[in-house]
DNA sequence: TATTGTTATACTCTATAACTATA
DNA sequence: TATAGTTATAGAGTATAACAATA
């Protein structure tokens, strides 16, 4: 309890932001971010949600998620793996994995195989379908995503960038 | 969230006659991650995850999240604001602010209070509680969580990181 | 008419238990 | 017994529309 007040009004009768700053000076100075700034995860968040909202207009022409998108990478470089293997590497649970493989499977990008061996087991593998928009994928990601990317850091910053978030992601 | 590591197991010369280990010998070599690798948003994601997984650990005691501290945090240097300021600052949507709020509030960490300029708004504050809170969360996050972010990167490492990100969530 | 806080709602992600069919 | 895929489900997080009080 106890507000210990002293500040409780400090509001000021602003006109909304949007409109025209005709009187008075700007009554919508910015807030204060504080120790904010330093906190590492702050930042990461935020660059996180930018970064994947580029990726999703870059991509869009494919209407491909990220999530969408690294699986079907990850089947290109694994053929023969079943889902467990897929979902795992990629940190999938397998039942939230089951709704995106439908997903995929739907739009024939990719198919499940009963493995022979192991009759209990689907082996995933890419379609036809599935390679060509994989590859178109793989343009527009280089071409427009991280090209953009590079630009705003530069290259030599850029690697850095991967390098310490790949480091933190393995090994913190 | 547990990635169950697959990267790590190492270089496994798969024995090149035929195939039937015939039993035991688990044939499990890690997954080829392909452009994966150098996709910013991949490990940007990983990265973040590893890291809020991090300050969850660290700040327990308190049972704070990294958006309630950072709630607080803003409140703390910015006494007088209204719900919409402080949710528009941090990206959150201002229904969403309200379950988050009473949570807060319910938990005695800040009060709303009536704005006696404007009766539609309510100005946000820390409790004395709150502000008791807060102090020891910035101490676990400093000691604990940047610390061991430091160790793992380097103060200039980890510095060139923040700015990175911070440029990236500014600009991109 | 516009804005603040709010409710209701919905959709995505993530997480856990339990079922089935195989092994 | 254990494992692979699946179902059901629950909880966060996030998004939009709309309403009451106030401007």
Excluded: W
Excluded at 125 to 147: N, S, Y
């Amino acid at each position: 309890m106890t507000v210990s007040k002293a500040t409780a009004d400090a509001v000021k009768p602003s006109r909304a932001s949007g409109k025209a700053p005709v009187d008075g000076a700007a009554e919508n100075p910015a807030l204060q971010m504080g120790e904010l700034s330093e906190l590492l995860g702050y930042s990461l968040k935020r660059a996180q949600l930018k970064v994947f909202e580029d990726f999703l207009r870059c991509v869009a022409p494919l209407q491909l998620t990220p999530a969408q998108f690294s699986v079907l990478l990850l089947l290109d470089n694994n053929p023969g793996r079943n889902q467990t293997e897929i979902a795992n590497t990629l940190g999938i649970l397998r039942p939230n994995f089951v709704a995106m493989l439908d997903a995929l499977e739907s739009r024939d990008l990719c198919t499940r195989v009963r493995s022979t061996n192991d009759r209990r087991s689907h082996i995933l593998m890419l379609t036809e379908k599935g390679r060509t928009v994989l590859a178109r994928a793989k343009k527009l990601v280089a071409t427009k995503h991280e090209a953009r990317l590079n630009e705003l850091l530069g290259p030599a910053n850029r690697v850095a960038l991967l390098d310490m978030l790949s480091k933190i992601a393995a090994e913190f």
